[in-house]
């Protein structure tokens, strides 16, 4: 069964302080992402990565930095954190393989911005 | 601009009955199109998924329907079960071309089976 660890589950930060959200997985997957979901509105791709040591943009990558240090570990920054980013940030692998397109979640991370 | 849009926004229906759930999207290099199920408090997970090339794929209750044509997806359950209530997200990509996972989400459908 495929296992993403986010970490912490929630957290409250102040505007213009520095936030870290943390992922772990245990898939051996190649491939890492970061979604926002916000409130009645879909999951939008953040940053991605594809291996170790590179990180990519993604969709909406404006005000996040990434750091993808190993396979297992994918790092969500936030330098100068701001109202707009409250939401709930989830990580997520997938494989290589025929079944790359199956993303794996994990729980999600809350994040109060105040 | 919403590329994948999603109706209803939320619906309820009776232990038994079936549901179906529609998407349409914008974007013709768009090829592959999973449906994910979100319950509160958790991550979203694959539930099924449907390539362009097939009109129909079915895994137990669940069955997606897809139309090139109209660029319309859809998803039924039949025999819908109060543990199906959750969140459903549709979403598509341009698999081959596109980067792997990088998904574009409807905004989700909110379900409800009543027993």
């Known amino acids: 069964e495929a296992a993403v660890t986010q970490s912490p589950r929630s957290k409250v930060a102040v505007t213009g302080g520095k936030v870290t959200l943390s992922c772990h997985q245990t898939?051996?997957?190649?491939?890492m992402y970061w979604y926002r979901q916000d409130t009645g509105h879909g999951l939008r791709l953040i940053h991605y990565?594809?291996?170790?040591?590179?990180?990519e943009k993604g969709d909406i990558p404006d005000g996040y930095k990434a750091s993808r240090p190993s396979q297992e570990n994918f790092s969500l920054i936030l330098e100068l954190a701001s109202l707009s980013q409250t939401a709930v940030y989830f990580c997520?692998?997938?494989?290589?393989?025929?079944?790359?397109?199956?993303?794996?979640f994990g729980s999600g991370t809350r994040l109060t911005v105040l | 601009q919403q590329q994948v849009r999603q109706s209803p926004q939320s619906l309820t229906v009776w232990e038994g009955g079936t549901t179906v759930l529609t998407c349409s999207y914008e974007?013709?290099?768009?090829?592959?199109f999973p449906w994910y199920q979100q319950f509160p408090g958790e991550g979203p997970a694959l539930l099924i998924s449907?390539?362009?090339?097939?009109d129909k794929k079915e895994d137990g209750r669940f069955t997606t329907f897809f139309n090139k044509r109209e660029k319309k997806l859809s998803l039924h359950i039949i025999d819908s079960q109060p543990g199906d209530s959750a969140t459903y997200f549709c979403?598509?990509?341009?698999?081959?071309?596109?980067?792997?996972?990088?998904?574009?989400f409807g905004r989700g459908t909110r379900l409800q089976v009543y027993a």
């Open positions: 990565s594809y291996v170790a040591d590179s990180t």
């Open positions: 974007d013709s290099t768009f090829n592959y």
């Open positions: 898939n051996n997957h190649d491939y």
């Open positions: 449907i390539l362009s090339v097939s």
């Open positions: 979403a598509a990509s341009a698999w081959g071309t596109q980067v792997v996972g990088q998904l574009t």
């Open positions: 997520a692998s997938s494989g290589r393989d025929s079944s790359a397109e199956t993303l794996y």
